[in-house]
């Protein structure tokens, strides 16, 4: 097997719009050599059922990721914060719309 | 780290979802690897017996739908080296693997295509046994393998659908047509048993991909329920499953059947098989033959970013 | 003869004998994504094939479907130009064509979506998007290939000079095209096609292919060699149970 032959392109997660009105999704990943050819891989990859109406391509490089380790941390402390929720609050019996 | 492995116990236990980025025993990570690497290439691969009857479909409406379906084929690869990825390896590592012989991939793709009948039966029978394999493992406790086989299982019943509609209405054409399809089942149909894997009693890895929740049901519980499925299937095509075993038992709902002969299966898995060569070296000259495009498209990206750099 | 049978017959056959060409490298493109967009590529050729032949089949009236025109006609009578026909070669010679052919393919259908048949105008108006992704898809990768590493140039020039003697023939006119109202008349499309083709391979850093001859013949039913054995392939199993449905 010779080396070049495993050369390795950089890996593009892929987010697609369903349809408009809804956000990005992450779908999956794919390899390519550049960004233009990332979208263009993900448009025949992903949307071959028309699965979407906007691509976007990120190099998965470029992505910050919360660490699991520090999943106490940053998640939990939002955990107690029971008011943000509307259904905290008790609503009088015949107020509608709120 | 410890706390760490118990969070994961406590997840699988769960019936949660591991992630990526967690924690994971180094058996779980290597099994996982194993398994998505082998089910990808199976993709692959697969194309090779279905892709060499494009140029050759009977209509164009066929040649229409063989392409879409080998095409998904590739995606299907596609959506499970990106989940093995995110195990940490590289595709490309993978796809040395597959061409040094070092991986496996699925035996069944070692038989030859030698009728059109033969594409309907792989259609119904091996993407049949493909599905019953692939729908638990949308389950499957590692998340992006389970999302991947439930972009994948959508897709596999068009392709369980045309195969049996090719053979549906090879059955309903003349005394020739309906011969090819018989004679399509008769070979197709034991490697589509050996698919689920060996006995229980024999299988390995079985146990432990249990306790992990990557397998959900056995090898044996999994081939009954195809054998199951796909018998009255045949019933409706007309065409006679290749079993003088075969019969349905009243009490327990299910169809008792004569088991295949695993040595075959051994004897494929071991290189034996009448295609195994060709397969790989079909895989492995397209692979080379694509080497100079890969450089180069890397070699202009390069080029590109430095323009970049230096306009900058 | 039916002129608008014949001349939707013409590019019926180029786009059918281009999607078998294309198909060919799906489980043998240089990367996997690139089988499935060679996949799309070929799915698109093959739609635009069968709508073409079903409708020179309805405007023949012999009562002859996209099957029977695909699988139960000779060499001599396919009218595909002779570019399409050859061989693959490389993936550089295989973008050089696609190259040539979506450009080619695109100014026609955008010409043919206003004209005056509504069945031709439909099916252009479908395929002009189809054929500018392929347009784009043959470009990106010209790019790549003439300005990537020695070998990619090299290859991508060869590829270019080896289907140049091949393009005089998609611009040539004849009585049909000048009598045919519906027709556009493809000598009227080669200058727009060489400044858009030329751009590409300028920015791709290669060079424009010097060569001289042309080959022709194809719209006339006289083809290449090639072509008889790529028929052999995609008719032989239709016609050993002539009548059979499939
Ligand atoms: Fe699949
Ligand atoms: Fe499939």
Not at chain 1, 71 to 85: L, N, Q, S
Not at chain 2, 156 to 173: A, K, V, Y
Not at chain 2, 175 to 183: L, V
Not at chain 2, 186 to 211: I, N, V
């Amino acid at each position: 097997m010779s080396g070049s032959g495993s050369l390795i392109e950089p890996l593009w997660e892929v987010f697609v719009r369903s349809r408009r009105g809804l956000s990005h999704v992450h779908v999956g990943s794919l390899h390519a050599p550049d960004a233009t050819m990332a979208l263009r891989n993900a448009r025949d990859v992903y949307t071959r059922r028309q699965e979407g109406v906007s691509i976007w391509v990120v190099p998965a490089a470029d992505i910050t990721a919360s660490s699991p380790d520090e999943k106490d941390e940053f998640f939990d402390p939002a955990g107690d914060k029971v008011y943000r929720h509307p259904t905290f609050y008790q609503v009088p019996e015949g107020v509608d719309h709120l | 780290m410890l706390a760490l492995m118990d969070s994961f116990q406590a997840t699988i236990d769960a019936d949660g979802r591991i992630e990526p980025r967690d924690a994971m025993p180094e058996g779980y990570r290597k099994t996982l690897i194993r398994q998505i690497a082998q089910h990808a290439h199976s993709e692959i691969i697969g194309m090779q017996p279905e892709g060499n009857w494009i140029s050759r479909t009977p209509s164009l409406r066929r040649k229409a739908i063989l392409m879409a379906k080998v095409q998904d084929e590739a995606g299907h690869g596609l959506y499970l080296y990106a989940a093995a990825e995110t195990l940490g390896v590289d595709r490309a590592e993978l796809l040395d693997l597959l061409h040094a012989g070092k991986q496996k991939y699925s035996s069944i793709f070692n038989y030859p295509t030698l009728t059109w009948a033969d594409i309907g039966a792989i259609g119904w029978l091996v993407d049949g046994a493909a599905i019953v394999n692939q729908v638990p493992l949308c389950r499957c406790s590692y998340g992006p393998y389970a999302r991947a086989m439930v972009r994948v299982c959508k897709e596999e019943s068009f392709h369980q659908r045309q195969g049996f509609e090719i053979l549906h209405t090879l059955c309903n054409g003349t005394e020739a047509q309906k011969a090819m399809a018989q004679d399509a089942l008769d070979r197709w149909w034991w490697p589509s048993l050996m698919m689920f894997g060996p006995p229980d009693a024999s299988s390995t890895h079985s146990e432990q991909s249990m306790a992990w929740g990557i397998k959900r049901h056995s090898n044996d519980e999994l081939r009954q329920r195809f054998v199951d499925m796909t018998v009255p299937q045949a019933d409706v095509l007309g065409i006679r499953v290749p079993d003088d075993g075969l019969r349905y038992d009243e009490e327990t709902g299910h169809y008792s059947f004569t088991q295949p002969d695993f040595t075959e299966l051994y004897e494929v898995v071991k290189g034996n098989g009448p295609c195994n060569e060709q397969r790989l070296a079909h895989r492995v000259k397209a692979h080379e033959d694509g080497a100079w495009v890969r450089e180069a498209a890397a070699a202009y990206a390069g080029k590109q970013a430095q323009k970049k750099a230096s306009a900058a | 003869m039916n002129d608008l049978f014949t001349y939707t017959l013409r590019l019926g056959d180029d786009a059918l004998i281009a999607a078998q060409r294309t198909a060919e490298w799906i489980a043998a493109a240089p990367q996997l994504e690139e089988d499935v967009a060679l996949g799309n590529i070929g799915l698109d050729q093959l739609g635009q094939a069968r709508s073409l032949l079903q409708y020179a089949g309805q405007l023949e009236g012999a009562g002859r479907s996209e099957d029977d025109l695909a699988y139960f006609r000779d060499e001599r009578e396919f009218t595909n130009v002779q570019l399409v026909e050859l061989p693959n070669g490389d993936f550089a010679a295989t973008m050089a064509r696609l190259l040539y052919f979506a450009t080619y393919q695109h100014l026609l259908y955008e010409e043919l979506r206003g004209c005056a048949d509504e069945t031709l105008a439909g099916v252009a108006g479908k395929a002009v998007k189809e054929v500018a992704y392929h347009v784009d898809h043959a470009t990106q990768w010209v790019l790549r290939l003439g300005d990537g590493t020695e070998e990619s140039h090299r290859r991508m020039q060869a590829g270019l000079d080896a289907m140049w003697p091949y393009t005089a023939e998609l611009f040539a006119s004849d009585d049909l095209v000048r009598r045919l109202d519906v027709a556009v008349d493809p000598s009227t499309l080669e200058e727009e096609w060489l400044r858009r083709v030329t751009q590409v391979i300028e920015e791709s850093t290669c060079s424009m292919p010097t060569s001289s001859y042309q080959h022709s013949g194809g719209r006339q039913g006289r083809h290449s060699e090639h072509l008889g054995y790529l028929l052999a392939e995609l008719q032989h199993i239709a016609r050993s149970h002539p009548g059979a449905q499939w």
